[in-house]
Nanobody
Framework: QVQLAEHGGGLVMAGGSLNISCVFRGPYFKTYILGWFRQAPGKEREFVGAVSRGGDNTAYADSVKGRFTVSRDNAKNTGYLRMNSLRPEDTAVYYC??????????????WGRGTQVTVSS
């Protein structure tokens, strides 16, 4: 059984930075694509970024491109979301997700519980 747990997040001023980690519990971490999503109050959940199984390919939503970085450490079964130049509109609950096939073309199979990120102006 796969479980994901996000760590990090919190409150930061606009222009600041935050890191979120996603700890994967279960077998075969390297076979999963990792994705990051967020949901702001009153809005639908949206894709933020994704990292391939080996960590060599990444994808980002246009709204975060150049500011956010997704990565992973397969030796530690952990994924990371580095957020720079944060804006108030980045305020949301952030989720990590995992799937062996895709996190973009389908709804990922496994999800963390999410962590709150609040950016004050």
């Amino acid at each position: 059984q796969v479980q994901l747990a996000e760590h990090g997040g919190g409150l930061v001023m606009a222009g600041g930075s935050l890191n979120i980690s996603c700890v994967f519990r279960g077998p075969y971490f390297k076979t999963y694509i990792l994705g990051w999503f967020r949901q702001a109050p009153g809005k639908e959940r949206e894709f933020v970024g994704a990292v391939s199984r080996g960590g060599d390919n990444t994808a980002y939503a246009d709204s975060v491109k150049g500011r956010f970085t997704v990565s992973r450490d397969n030796a530690k079964n952990t994924g990371y979301l580095r957020m720079n130049s944060l804006r108030p509109e980045d305020t949301a609950v952030y989720y990590c997700a995992a799937d062996v096939r895709s996190v973009v073309e389908k709804t990922p199979t496994y999800w963390g519980r999410g962590t709150q990120v609040t950016v004050s102006s």
